[in-house]
């Protein structure tokens, strides 16, 4: 598997740490989330093996171009069409969350509009850029994150307030029945490497998805699974974890560096993930506009027309984006995401079995 | 008419030659006449090695028997240089340092430059403690030799070419044709002889000419007078493009840490090295970030600092009457006023301007409540990291840069700061150099990953 | 294509840009010495009325040379009031400048407030998103206002002595209890243990600030006081803090302990699913510090033996003496929640058992040295 493969897992995984997920999690936190999370564990990696295994077989291909191979418009248009949505959903939600903790946590006092105009400038650039170099910032940007990443990590695993009697009262609901929502937003952790069905038309080397791969994936999710669940849970206790909002960010509040630079460790947390996540966003709202400019044939349109109909694009996206940033309440937010993650497992699956079928195709 | 008499006039040819070098004092045009032999030479004495001229050609011409044929000698002698077609061309060869020479019906251009900037000098741009003290000259011969002399590899290729511009100089592109990438090769010739542009005065405008870009930050070829980073980059498979008369030349295509690189590098042990590049990089992160960060903690979320450090700079900016991104501002200005003053100054002169724009006014401006100390301190922080770049093209891409981050951060608060410079990391990993990528990581198969990339 | 990007780009970027700084006149942009830093906070009940709080606010006052003014500078802010939100509403009203909550460190509270339903008015520093969760919780006598306005002689300016008893960088000592706002919230609302606070007090003349004991709030019981010697066994214990000196008489000997490693770990034995016996094991280790009497290194063993016997007669008291006021500052019951699979009742089995549960503590000291003499 390409490298890159991975920095698309993980930066999903990681960008999710923030979001809606750990709510969902934690909110079934006397439920059945330790046993749906085993599950989604497994199904992640599942997703993953089928995903990588159908697309090793159209090295340097994007899924656009797949379809177009073997499949009438009359299935792929509708296909891709979703799928630019779907994308477009992912971003927007990593975006609206965004906004929302930066109003709360970083600048309080600014307005909506001022925050969310940060976005768009940067956004916009990495929607446009070559797939390539989106590629090369996503490398170069979590080369310049990972020191501070793993400090933070350490930090905050060999932090003493972090109370394993409290994790062990939740590893005791373990018996617990599975729920679907939690499912679906475990499991949500692991499609970053869908975002392959565009950038595999730059992975031009056949892709290998053994024992080796399936073992760093199950790895990285455990991991990831792990710290989202129970590190909040050790440091901000068991009960009543649910109430909590942003659990993770609370949880970065709670830890100190005694001798650092800065004392409050949040600042640094909050400034990491906004880079993460601006990858997350990037990433996603540029598969969905490589997309929808296959779908609406721009490559065709001469220089002129093809660059007012790529801003026609971006304006759409921002200004959906906006009016739903200034909507939706938190309450709406967790509830649509929820909507959301139990839409994404069909997705998933719908489009692993068109791939099949397509592979099937192209192997008669 | 007398045979004799008839070539004691000057050719037709040489006349027409001379007369579209008139009215300038220094063409000298010559016949040497001998019983039976005639020659007539044509020059421009400036750039001629007068002494060289009188052993190579007069002297023998008087000196050498009547069976001997003195037009052999002048062809077989190694100075001659090849001899172009159409009278402009033999005219700018002329006013290179060439001789003309006609023996009856033969030409033939003898190079006998005089050229009075040949010395290597000193590296002024790029000091390392060890490693070559010297640099390039003024002088492309000298140059190539001085390349020759330190490479010495039959795949060396040194071709010169001359641009469609007004000065005709000659220009050298040096590669190791083994290592070089031939695409990027042809890519780079393709771009030199299409360039349409009135005066190349040396490598810098060059340079500028060539990145084909009107507005651009960022170098993307790189400027250096060290023959060590130019064997270094050649060795790399990069191509060297050097111009008659300038001590530097262009190194292309070229990546963003290339610029981070100092010849020095190469000279110390690993753990120095790593200690050096790890300041660098920090000093590059604070050029950039430090004023913008000064004005997204200390205007919009004071709560990153530890207390005492919130007092101590709330209590230094107690009576400065402007908002903290004009004092950032201007202190940046004010700066940036006094590099670029003691750079032009001569260097005694220099000194005097920093001492009375750093210490005094520095020292006056915190008196009187224009600025606060702590502001005073991220200003010379800032404006010693930028020293810190070994490369001065690209610390003057970062001063500029470090203005929009600036900006940006002013109006969007600290996530603004971290967004800006992604911006940023964005913008760069989106410019290319010649074809190749500007910025990327470097990992092992990063070669084959281009081919994949392109292919 | 690239240049095309930009063409759209960039005029768009600047005049965005310029927008933007324009618009800057109001809402976020505040600078630093527009702002006034609240560094402490204590809450009272109220004296004019029988409902609501009283609040005062510590405000550090940046000085113009901090290394040329002698004295520390505060400001004290205080108001009545209904609810916390509204008096510092309040309270804004009386400054020209923001108030900045960012570095707000303490959270004093008056004893007496710790014996109601805490998590009413602590709800706002709960779910205020720019205070700490990293500040610390405090009680205090005689009240919380007296605490926050004593400036200690020791003070130097811009450095609060409250950040320095509990910041651990500056004191360490076992008889200070450090507990932050996350960790309060998070013992407060979970079943089976007891929020443990420092009880700052201060001299008669208000010239020093006294932290020694601790206080641990009930849920629903009355709030429970600890002694010194109850203090410093539990952040021994329980806190794993160091510095523990501990004095053994026997006899006619009188031995200073400087124990500087203790180790510690229970289990809840179990009969019928009822939790009958806490097994409780302790290891020390450390040297003489001090005795009345020369020793002999021959003899340590002897010494060991006795110090052990003391200093598990003073853990058993301790534990004695908080199951008797029926709080749980160690968290026991969170334990037995930890170590046994969930079931609905398993909570309301620990209570009932709680009471009349019975402690076994084994106790081995070890000393290594008898100092540098004998």
Same mark, same amino acid.
């Given at each position: 598997?390409?490298?890159?493969?991975?920095?698309?897992?993980?930066?999903?995984?990681?960008?999710?740490?923030?979001?809606?997920?750990?709510?969902?999690?934690?909110?079934?936190?006397?439920?059945?989330?330790?046993?749906?999370?085993?599950?989604?564990?497994?199904?992640?990696?599942?997703?993953?093996?089928?995903?990588?295994?159908?697309?090793?077989?159209?090295?340097?291909?994007?899924?656009?171009?797949?379809?177009?191979?073997?499949?009438?418009?009359?299935?792929?248009?509708?296909?891709?069409?979703?799928?630019?949505?779907?994308?477009?959903?992912?971003?927007?939600?990593?975006?609206?969350?965004?906004?929302?903790?930066?109003?709360?946590?970083?600048?309080?006092?600014?307005?909506?509009?001022?925050?969310?105009?940060?976005?768009?400038?940067?956004?916009?650039?990495?929607?446009?850029?070559?797939?390539?170099?989106?590629?090369?910032?996503?490398?170069?940007?979590?080369?310049?994150?990972?020191?501070?990443?793993?400090?933070?990590?350490?930090?905050?695993?060999?932090?003493?307030?972090?109370?394993?009697?409290?994790?062990?009262?939740?590893?005791?609901?373990?018996?617990?029945?599975?729920?679907?929502?939690?499912?679906?937003?475990?499991?949500?952790?692991?499609?970053?490497?869908?975002?392959?069905?565009?950038?595999?038309?730059?992975?031009?080397?056949?892709?290998?998805?053994?024992?080796?791969?399936?073992?760093?994936?199950?790895?990285?999710?455990?991991?990831?699974?792990?710290?989202?669940?129970?590190?909040?849970?050790?440091?901000?206790?068991?009960?009543?974890?649910?109430?909590?909002?942003?659990?993770?960010?609370?949880?970065?509040?709670?830890?100190?560096?005694?001798?650092?630079?800065?004392?409050?460790?949040?600042?640094?947390?909050?400034?990491?993930?906004?880079?993460?996540?601006?990858?997350?966003?990037?990433?996603?709202?540029?598969?969905?506009?490589?997309?929808?400019?296959?779908?609406?044939?721009?490559?065709?349109?001469?220089?002129?027309?093809?660059?007012?109909?790529?801003?026609?694009?971006?304006?759409?996206?921002?200004?959906?984006?906006?009016?739903?940033?200034?909507?939706?309440?938190?309450?709406?937010?967790?509830?649509?995401?929820?909507?959301?993650?139990?839409?994404?497992?069909?997705?998933?699956?719908?489009?692993?079995?068109?791939?099949?079928?397509?592979?099937?195709?192209?192997?008669? | 008419?007398?045979?004799?008499?008839?070539?004691?006039?000057?050719?037709?040819?040489?006349?027409?030659?001379?007369?579209?070098?008139?009215?300038?004092?220094?063409?000298?045009?010559?016949?040497?006449?001998?019983?039976?032999?005639?020659?007539?030479?044509?020059?421009?004495?400036?750039?001629?090695?007068?002494?060289?001229?009188?052993?190579?050609?007069?002297?023998?011409?008087?000196?050498?028997?009547?069976?001997?044929?003195?037009?052999?000698?002048?062809?077989?002698?190694?100075?001659?240089?090849?001899?172009?077609?159409?009278?402009?061309?033999?005219?700018?060869?002329?006013?290179?340092?060439?001789?003309?020479?006609?023996?009856?019906?033969?030409?033939?251009?003898?190079?006998?430059?005089?050229?009075?900037?040949?010395?290597?000098?000193?590296?002024?741009?790029?000091?390392?403690?060890?490693?070559?003290?010297?640099?390039?000259?003024?002088?492309?011969?000298?140059?190539?030799?001085?390349?020759?002399?330190?490479?010495?590899?039959?795949?060396?290729?040194?071709?010169?070419?001359?641009?469609?511009?007004?000065?005709?100089?000659?220009?050298?592109?040096?590669?190791?044709?083994?290592?070089?990438?031939?695409?990027?090769?042809?890519?780079?010739?393709?771009?030199?002889?299409?360039?349409?542009?009135?005066?190349?005065?040396?490598?810098?405008?060059?340079?500028?000419?060539?990145?084909?870009?009107?507005?651009?930050?960022?170098?993307?070829?790189?400027?250096?007078?060290?023959?060590?980073?130019?064997?270094?980059?050649?060795?790399?498979?990069?191509?060297?493009?050097?111009?008659?008369?300038?001590?530097?030349?262009?190194?292309?295509?070229?990546?963003?840490?290339?610029?981070?690189?100092?010849?020095?590098?190469?000279?110390?042990?690993?753990?120095?090295?790593?200690?050096?590049?790890?300041?660098?990089?920090?000093?590059?992160?604070?050029?950039?970030?430090?004023?913008?960060?000064?004005?997204?903690?200390?205007?919009?979320?004071?709560?990153?600092?530890?207390?005492?450090?919130?007092?101590?700079?709330?209590?230094?900016?107690?009576?400065?009457?402007?908002?903290?991104?004009?004092?950032?501002?201007?202190?940046?200005?004010?700066?940036?006023?006094?590099?670029?003053?003691?750079?032009?100054?001569?260097?005694?002169?220099?000194?005097?301007?920093?001492?009375?724009?750093?210490?005094?006014?520095?020292?006056?401006?915190?008196?009187? #409540?224009?600025?606060?100390?702590?502001?005073?301190?991220?200003?010379?922080?800032?404006?010693?990291?930028?020293?810190?770049?070994?490369?001065?093209?690209?610390?003057?891409?970062?001063?500029?840069?470090?203005?929009?981050?600036?900006?940006?951060?002013?109006?969007?608060?600290?996530?603004?700061?971290?967004?800006?410079?992604?911006?940023?990391?964005?913008?760069?990993?989106?410019?290319?150099?010649?074809?190749?990528?500007?910025?990327?990581?470097?990992?092992?198969?990063?070669?084959?990953?281009?081919?994949?990339?392109?292919? | 294509?690239?240049?095309?990007?930009?063409?759209?780009?960039?005029?768009?970027?600047?005049?965005?840009?310029?927008?933007?700084?324009?618009?800057?006149?109001?809402?976020?942009?505040? @600078?630093?010495?527009?702002?006034?830093?609240?560094?402490?906070?204590?809450?009272?009940?109220?004296?004019?009325?029988?409902?609501?709080?009283?609040?005062?606010?510590?405000?550090?006052?940046?000085?113009?040379?901090?290394?040329?003014?002698?004295?520390?500078?505060?400001?004290?802010?205080?108001?009545?009031?209904?609810?916390?939100?509204?008096?510092?509403?309040?309270?804004?009203?009386?400054?020209?400048?923001?108030?900045?909550?960012?570095?707000?460190?303490?959270?004093?509270?008056?004893?007496?407030?710790?014996?109601?339903?805490? @998590?009413?008015?602590?709800?706002?520093?709960?779910?205020?998103?720019?205070?700490?969760?990293?500040?610390?919780? #405090?009680?205090?006598?005689?009240?919380?206002?007296?605490?926050?306005?004593?400036?200690?002689?020791?003070?130097?300016?811009?450095?609060?002595?409250?950040?320095?008893?509990?910041?651990?960088?500056?004191?360490?000592?076992?008889?200070?209890?450090?507990?932050?706002?996350?960790?309060?919230?998070?013992?407060?609302?979970?079943?089976?243990?007891?929020?443990?606070?420092?009880?700052?007090?201060?001299?008669?003349?208000?010239?020093?600030?006294?932290?020694?004991?601790?206080?641990?709030?009930?849920?629903?019981?009355?709030?429970?006081?600890?002694?010194?010697?109850?203090?410093?066994?539990?952040?021994?214990?329980?806190?794993?803090?160091?510095?523990?000196?501990?004095?053994?008489?026997?006899?006619?000997?009188?031995?200073?302990?400087?124990?500087?490693?203790?180790?510690?770990?229970?289990?809840?034995?179990?009969? !019928?699913?009822?939790?009958?016996?806490?097994?409780?094991?302790?290891?020390?280790?450390?040297?003489?510090?001090?005795?009345?009497?020369?020793?002999?290194?021959?003899?340590?063993?002897?010494?060991?033996?006795?110090?052990?016997?003391?200093?598990?007669?003073?853990?058993?008291?301790?534990?004695?003496?908080?199951?008797?006021?029926?709080?749980?500052?160690?968290?026991?019951?969170?334990?037995?929640?930890?170590?046994?699979?969930?079931?609905?009742?398993?909570?309301?089995?620990?209570?009932?058992?709680?009471?009349?549960?019975?402690?076994?503590? !084994?106790?081995?000291?070890?000393?290594?040295?008898?100092?540098?003499?004998?």
């Amino acid at each position: 598997m390409s490298r890159f493969v991975y920095y698309l897992i993980i930066s999903n995984m990681v960008a999710n740490i923030i979001a809606s997920v750990p709510r969902i999690l934690l909110g079934k936190s006397e439920g059945g989330a330790i046993l749906t999370m085993i599950m989604a564990l497994f199904f992640g990696v599942l997703i993953n093996w089928l995903l990588i295994r159908t697309f090793s077989s159209f090295p340097g291909k994007s899924l656009p171009q797949i379809l177009d191979l073997y499949v009438s418009k009359w299935v792929s248009l509708p296909a891709l069409f979703t799928l630019g949505v779907v994308w477009y959903t992912a971003g927007l939600q990593t975006l609206i969350s965004y906004v929302d903790l930066l109003l709360r946590f970083l600048t309080p006092e600014m307005s909506v509009y001022t925050i969310f105009a940060t976005f768009v400038l940067v956004i916009s650039f990495g929607m446009v850029m070559q797939s390539r170099n989106v590629l090369s910032t996503l490398e170069v940007v979590f080369v310049m994150l990972l020191p501070l990443a793993i400090y933070f990590l350490v930090k905050i695993y060999f932090n003493e307030q972090l109370n394993w009697d409290h994790v062990k009262v939740a590893v005791m609901y373990i018996d617990h029945p599975p729920n679907y929502t939690v499912f679906a937003a475990a499991s949500y952790l692991f499609v970053g490497a869908f975002d392959i069905i565009v950038f595999n038309s730059l992975l031009k080397k056949k892709m290998v998805f053994g024992f080796k791969q399936a073992a760093i994936v199950l790895l990285l999710g455990t991991f990831t699974l792990i710290t989202t669940y129970f590190v909040p849970i050790g440091i901000l206790g068991f009960d009543k974890i649910e109430d909590i909002i942003y659990p993770w960010i609370l949880t970065s509040d709670s830890v100190r560096m005694k001798f650092g630079v800065i004392e409050r460790v949040i600042f640094i947390f909050l400034l990491i993930f906004l880079a993460i996540a601006f990858l997350n966003i990037m990433i996603h709202w540029h598969v969905s506009f490589k997309l929808f400019k296959h779908i609406f044939q721009l490559d065709k349109l001469q220089s002129r027309k093809k660059n007012i109909a790529k801003s026609v694009i971006i304006v759409i996206f921002w200004a959906a984006a906006l009016f739903i940033t200034i909507q939706v309440t938190e309450y709406d937010l967790f509830l649509y995401s929820i909507y959301f993650f139990n839409i994404m497992p069909v997705i998933v699956i719908g489009l692993i079995g068109i791939l099949l079928v397509v592979k099937r195709r192209a192997k008669s | 008419m007398d045979r004799s008499e008839q070539q004691t006039v000057m050719p037709a040819y040489l006349n027409r030659l001379a007369k579209q070098l008139e009215p300038s004092a220094d063409v000298v045009k010559k016949t040497l006449k001998r019983k039976g032999d005639i020659v007539h030479i044509l020059y421009l004495k400036s750039v001629v090695d007068m002494m060289q001229l009188q052993a190579i050609v007069v002297k023998p011409f008087y000196e050498i028997s009547e069976d001997q044929d003195f037009a052999e000698y002048i062809k077989c002698l190694p100075y001659e240089t090849k001899m172009p077609t159409g009278d402009e061309e033999v005219l700018i060869e002329i006013t290179k340092g060439n001789v003309f020479v006609m023996i009856g019906k033969q030409i033939t251009l003898l190079e006998l430059k005089m050229v009075a900037a040949s010395a290597v000098q000193e590296a002024k741009m790029e000091p390392t403690i060890h490693g070559p003290q010297l640099g390039l000259s003024e002088s492309i011969e000298t140059n190539i030799n001085l390349i020759r002399q330190r490479y010495h590899q039959p795949s060396l290729i040194i071709e010169t070419l001359q641009l469609d511009e007004c000065s005709n100089r000659s220009i050298a592109l040096f590669y190791d044709k083994d290592r070089v990438k031939p695409k990027l090769l042809e890519n780079i010739k393709k771009r030199l002889k299409t360039l349409d542009v009135e005066l190349v005065q040396g490598g810098a405008d060059l340079q500028y000419y060539l990145n084909n870009k009107k507005y651009s930050l960022f170098p993307t070829s790189l400027l250096t007078e060290r023959p060590d980073r130019i064997l270094h980059n050649m060795t790399a498979g990069k191509v060297v493009i050097m111009v008659d008369g300038s001590p530097h030349a262009i190194i292309a295509p070229i990546v963003f840490f290339d610029f981070m690189l100092s010849m020095e590098d190469t000279y110390y042990s690993f753990w120095v090295v790593m200690l050096i590049r790890f300041l660098r990089y920090g000093g590059l992160l604070t050029c950039i970030m430090l004023p913008a960060m000064y004005v997204g903690i200390t205007s919009y979320t004071p709560d990153v600092f530890r207390t005492e450090l919130a007092l101590t700079v709330a209590a230094s900016r107690i009576g400065v009457p402007y908002p903290s991104f004009i004092e950032v501002f201007f202190m940046l200005v004010f700066i940036e006023l006094l590099t670029e003053a003691s750079m032009r100054l001569p260097t005694m002169i220099s000194a005097t301007a920093t001492t009375v724009g750093g210490l005094i006014l520095g020292t006056a401006a915190v008196d009187a #409540a224009l600025t606060s100390n702590i502001m005073v301190i991220v200003v010379s922080l800032v404006a010693i990291s930028t020293f810190v770049i070994p490369i001065s093209e690209m610390s003057y891409a970062v001063r500029a840069s470090r203005f929009m981050l600036l900006l940006y951060t002013t109006a969007f608060g600290l996530a603004g700061l971290v967004l800006g410079t992604l911006g940023l990391v964005m913008y760069l990993i989106n410019k290319d150099s010649f074809g190749e990528p500007y910025l990327r990581m470097f990992w092992q198969n990063r070669q084959e990953e281009l081919k994949a990339d392109k292919g | 294509m690239k240049r095309h990007i930009f063409s759209i780009l960039k005029p768009s970027v600047i005049v965005m840009l310029l927008f933007t700084l324009l618009l800057q006149t109001g809402c976020a942009f505040k @600078d630093i010495d527009k702002r006034l830093f609240i560094s402490a906070i204590g809450i009272d009940p109220p004296e004019k009325s029988d409902e609501g709080y009283k609040v005062t606010l510590k405000v550090a006052l940046p000085f113009g040379a901090i290394k040329e003014s002698a004295k520390s500078s505060y400001a004290y802010l205080t108001e009545e009031g209904e609810s916390i939100g509204e008096i510092i509403r309040m309270l804004e009203t009386h400054v020209d400048k923001v108030l900045e909550f960012g570095h707000m460190k303490t959270i004093v509270i008056h004893q007496d407030l710790m014996a109601d339903n805490m @998590d009413t008015f602590m709800d706002y520093f709960f779910r205020r998103g720019d205070i700490q969760l990293i500040a610390y919780v #405090a009680g205090a006598n005689p009240s919380a206002e007296d605490i926050l306005r004593v400036e200690p002689q020791t003070e130097a300016p811009a450095s609060l002595s409250l950040f320095n008893f509990f910041g651990d960088t500056a004191t360490e000592s076992p008889y200070i209890v450090t507990t932050f706002l996350f960790q309060f919230r998070k013992d407060l609302i979970s079943d089976g243990i007891n929020p443990v606070l420092p009880l700052v007090e201060t001299t008669k003349e208000h010239d020093e600030l006294v932290v020694n004991n601790a206080i641990v709030v009930g849920k629903q019981q009355e709030p429970v006081e600890l002694s010194n010697m109850e203090t410093k066994y539990y952040n021994s214990l329980f806190k794993g803090s160091s510095g523990f000196s501990y004095k053994v008489e026997h006899g006619d000997d009188r031995l200073l302990l400087n124990i500087s490693r203790i180790d510690m770990d229970y289990e809840i034995l179990t009969k !019928n699913d009822v939790p009958k016996v806490i097994e409780m094991n302790v290891k020390m280790s450390g040297i003489v510090g001090e005795s009345k009497h020369p020793l002999t290194l021959s003899k340590l063993d002897e010494y060991n033996q006795f110090s052990s016997e003391e200093v598990k007669r003073k853990i058993h008291s301790l534990l004695k003496n908080m199951q008797e006021k029926s709080v749980d500052p160690f968290g026991f019951g969170l334990r037995y929640r930890a170590t046994r699979q969930y079931h609905e009742d398993i909570y309301r089995t620990w209570e009932k058992a709680y009471p009349d549960i019975e402690f076994k503590v !084994n106790v081995e000291v070890k000393l290594q040295s008898t100092g540098t003499i004998e």
